[in-house]
């Protein structure tokens, strides 16, 4: 019987994103599954290829308005909304449709997180989709519903996790990830045109006040086993995707590169996704864009008494719709690594 | 029996595109087929992910010196060489090989045009890889060599031959393309290095003085039946890939837009990667980033007489290493499509 | 007496880069001439430096309502608001008030161009601010109402003008424009975010429907004491700021690259801010940026019988704010170079 | 008397903006100063602009050897030399000559810094040029010999120094800097060419051994009056010019944000090219470009108990070629912001 999937937000950067993985995913390509509604905001009733005019082979879908009926009928069901808005159309998909939301509304597990950073309720927390996190595969494996990670979160927990947990790092951390501006997403925000951006760097969000802080600290905690602090900075850099994190954090006394080295490698040895690069070389954005690869380099500044681990990623692909098919395939028992290329589009 | 394929120039831009569509192509993820040699000139005996850091899954592979033994023993060679390098490889290798060669030296069908725009002997004149043009594929099915098109020849011959073939575009012809710096490859010149070509927009090849201009007027001679005047001027602009091509030409008199795109949408109906745009919407390179496709649309300016083509394609895709690995499908007999896609890697 | 400057429609790309070239000049830095009101539309009530960070020295200044009133008591009036609505401030404006209008409105002489690409009434035509046309000077020294051209127009003019005069070229043109964003301005349109334009090529205004068309054919007429076929295509590149126009036309028969060169040569011998580039060497956008010069080069195409002209220009700078500022030198007496750098902020 | 200019490096980045600033210079424009040699290494004998298209005022002069010859009879000698190079040149000129170095040869105060990060002998230590620095203008002033600061020092440096000055922050000090490629110069390495560094953020120089990193420990110990723990890390990002440094620090116990800007205010209040913008305001490097200001912002994040300032300037004005012509202003009892602009060519 064949899988039908939605998705609703197609006409976002996640959105389009999960169509053009999807559209290469061996289920589609196969049949086992296929594409039902796309759906959009006020943009439904236009054709999709007007906002997304990479994903030809969809030139004749038109685009549904997001609602229960729309959505109903499928048995996955991407959500790629807004943050704030997934909590109310989840409520509306039954049980057993597996529902993957790419927005924050699931993601935090103190409701004293989401109310600080939102402003609204909390909609309850739903297993954590990163895979790579201990015991996490666990959770995913059949699971029905899924939070899917936030960009930033995704490649600052997999950079700063395993020194942690092997306590090599002091937890107080300092994080500052320069970020292409898709992870902003389509909004009409002067400060986002191209005009603005182009041969430019900016801050944002300085100070904690970024949304994703809470999540990297939660993850983070559990890492450390103990409260970490973090300091998260988001730098806006000219171009369209990819995420370079600089994690930086305490040496604990005695630690030695060696010793790191081997923290990291044993925890991503199996992991498909995951690459210490050898040492002399540093992960840049290009190499990972497209792919679901994160790609982490090391190092042990002894003048300074800290480990700096730094950490590429796109930021649609595993930072939000790769990771959100990673987590797809999990939940539906295909193989995690389905549909997914570890091969960035360089140069 | 496996397929092995061997890559002549793994370290350039085209090499590495090569390998990333080989890696995802159906052939060789089950098996089918298998990469052999991945050869370099003076970087031979380093680690191709010190060239190529995106191509993780092959990690572990050294780069051999490109020659008659290293490249023996394989069914399939792709030569992504510096010009004129390709000839004297190619003869080395036995006629039951399938060479794809991304370089001009078999291109151009005149001696002389070669001599003029090269310098030295023409090696010779190959099936032209180019599937999309009238009666290419029956020579290409099959064949044991191939001459892959140019990035600038291949869009623009897509974008004008309709036109000329039908009779509507007069055949004194105007392209400028605008083309990221990739299509310069790795050549170490201070006016490719990032802090010169950011921000900047400059011209070269004025006067049809690029190398592409011959190749251009061959194919455009075959759609209009008689010698078409080139006037051809790339642009360097700000990004790595792409090539959007702006290629117009005196309409015939009484032309009107309606044939025009009919014999557009007669000429590309079907074919797998070359779309007209719907009306309305114009070809931009993101979309077709990575991709195989090329994106086309047609005006009609009816006040200068002329019309307008405006192509998009991605150069190191569909404009060299989709191309040939388009080829190699159609040579070995395997689906023409198999490995390509037609989504772009768009924002 | 001190010259009382204002400035409408401050917070756009043209405001702002007449405000950055005014605080240079040599009058503003002694004291002969201030800036009094710089007014805004929706944005009035806001400090200038929330749309303009880089305005430091004009920190404290809110922005006015563009009224009657507020832009009263002022000897120099620039407007630089969207087109169509200077007409309706100007002639709120005593005639002695020397008025620079950024917009199109008074640049076009037949009111049917105007009613044809802008659909409204024409509001008339003012002198035509490019100092470099033969009799312009004469025209704009004294004058009290000035129309600054458009960007396309300023560079595709003194591009192709020497050519058409001297009677080398034949009038039937081709002009194809990379142009940066920022010569859109800062609507929110989906089109220019940044995730958008940053690695990406994209057509617009294809067939002859850009508003700058009939401005530049009537330029070109002028030069060809002639209708000329103008045929334009603007091309959106990754960049903010920069025009780089390959403008090409048949060549007449028998001309040679030494008398294009020597008309080139004699038509801008005396002229400031533009550049016949020595043989050899292309003009780049880099190189002019921020500045108020124009490049230009000369190919002579043998084969297509074809004039090429590339010429660059800082869209904002002497294709829109330091045009303006050489206008106003002009008409009020000024040393016409005053506050206008020839050199460019590269890399 | 005629003040003498000569420029040792005039072919690279830092060269180019030096001469682009003189050009501007109101002691050069008015004939008190003027440009004497323009020196190169392996490029002496070939025109200036081959190499800096953007100085057309200059088009005719060729550039001489550096050597003791060329550079004598100069009041002034800007230096802008590979590192390592200004030692041997300075030798060779007299006591009574002004000479500005560029470089890093005397920057330094400890010679076994200089030899852990250059590896040869130290040339001595000069007067320090960054005059925003506490008693650093009284040296500065009739100076015969200056060293410009490194462009990540300049701005490092001025983002911490008053924090660390007023006891506010403890000195463990984490800053993470992205800069534009030019700061690398124009060397030619494969990771510095347009299509490696557009749509790519990368790390290098990771863990506290970029050069730069002992002169930032070496001034902010100064501000702290004891040794600072320093962790650099820079970032390369697709843009030519800029440097946004994100500077963090743990905040003293009870530290407010009050006590922090008004620390700022004080340092900086007459200080014409520093700016702590208003609250809610945050850097840009665009807001900057080609000007001599650094633009700085204040947050505190009571969750991580850490102050991070955000600063902004361009590596090649005030981060080299900028604070050189201050430097020399200062040196010859010029009026220091002669020359140098406050307003970045934004966008």
């Known amino acids: 019987m064949t899988i039908r999937i939605a998705v609703a937000g197609a006409t976002g950067y996640a959105g389009g994103e999960i169509l053009r993985l999807l559209l290469a995913h061996p289920a589609v390509q196969d049949g086992r599954a296929e594409l039902g509604t796309l759906s959009a905001g006020r943009n439904a009733g236009s054709l999709l290829v007007e906002h997304q005019p990479q994903l030809v082979p969809l030139h004749d879908r038109v685009l549904a308005e997001t609602d229960r009926e729309t959505l109903a009928g499928h048995d996955v069901v991407f959500l790629a909304l807004p943050h704030g808005q997934s909590g109310p159309v989840a409520e509306e998909l039954g049980p057993d449709v597996l529902v993957v939301d790419c927005g924050a509304d699931f993601r935090l597990e103190q409701a004293a997180d989401w109310k600080r950073f939102y402003g609204t309720e909390h909609a309850g927390t739903w297993p954590y989709g990163l895979p790579e996190l201990p015991g996490a595969r666990d959770l995913l494996r059949g699971a029905k519903r899924v939070a899917v990670p936030g960009c930033f979160p995704t490649v600052s927990t997999l950079a700063l996790y395993p020194a942690l947990a092997a306590g090599l790092a002091h937890p107080e951390v300092v994080i500052i990830a320069a970020t292409g501006t898709s992870g902003a997403g389509k909004s009409l925000k002067p400060n986002l045109l191209g005009s603005e951006v182009m041969g430019n760097a900016s801050a944002y969000g300085v100070g904690g006040t970024h949304r994703h802080t809470p999540e990297i600290a939660q993850n983070l905690g559990k890492a450390a086993s103990e409260q970490v ?64 690869s994160v790609h982490l380099q090391i190092a042990l500044d002894r003048e300074a008494d800290r480990i700096v681990v730094v950490g590429a990623v796109d930021n649609l692909a595993k930072g939000t719709g790769g990771g959100a098919v990673q987590c797809m395939n999990l939940a539906l028992g295909l193989p995690e690594t389905a549909g997914l290329s570890t091969v960035g589009v360089a140069p």
């Open 229 to 292: 602090k973090v300091s998260f900075t988001p730098i806006l850099v000219p171009m369209s995707r990819g995420i370079l994190a600089t994690c930086t954090a305490p040496a604990e006394p005695g630690v030695t590169l060696t010793e790191l080295r081997a923290a990291y490698e044993k925890a991503y040895a199996d992991e498909p996704f995951v690459t210490l690069l050898p040492e002399g070389r540093w992960p840049q954005t290009a190499a990972v864009l497209g792919s679901n």
